[in-house]
């Protein structure tokens, strides 16, 4: 698969039309395929809640646009900022398993490449902070 400028594009506009403000794209070789690659196109006003993956760190690289990247502690309580921006001097951030952590999107048409471990597991209660 070769992702193009197009990709990009379409993928945003599926963002930009989605509730969520949100789409991504599989990137996986297929469904058997265990791991978590993708790309995810988000908006401005996505909401992303505050959460954690116990099972596997995270990373994460901005292809195009700006993301603030916030952690939390186990209180809720805002730890660190980072700003991934795709023309800046952050572009890749690789989140370690089990920490909370939520984003907002500053920019519209930003895109995001991200890979975790394992097959995917939906977000459980408890890796939602309240």
């Keep these: 698969m070769i992702i193009t400028l197009e990709t990009l594009n379409d993928l945003s506009a599926k963002a930009k039309a989605s509730e969520r403000l949100r789409a991504n794209l599989d990137l996986r070789n297929s469904a058997d395929d265990q791991s978590q690659r993708m790309l995810n196109a988000l908006e401005q006003g996505t909401i992303m809640p505050i959460h954690r993956h116990r099972a596997s760190s995270e990373t994460v690289v901005v292809i195009r646009g700006k993301i603030r990247w916030i952690f939390y502690d186990d209180n809720g309580n805002e730890t660190e ?15 370690e398993k089990d920490r909370w952590h939520s984003l907002e999107c500053l920019e519209s048409g930003s895109v995001l490449f991200e890979s975790k471990d394992g097959a995917y597991e939906p977000l459980g209660s408890a890796d939602v902070l309240k």
């Design 81 to 95: 900022r980072v700003l991934l921006d795709a023309n800046g001097e952050n572009r890749m951030l690789v989140v």
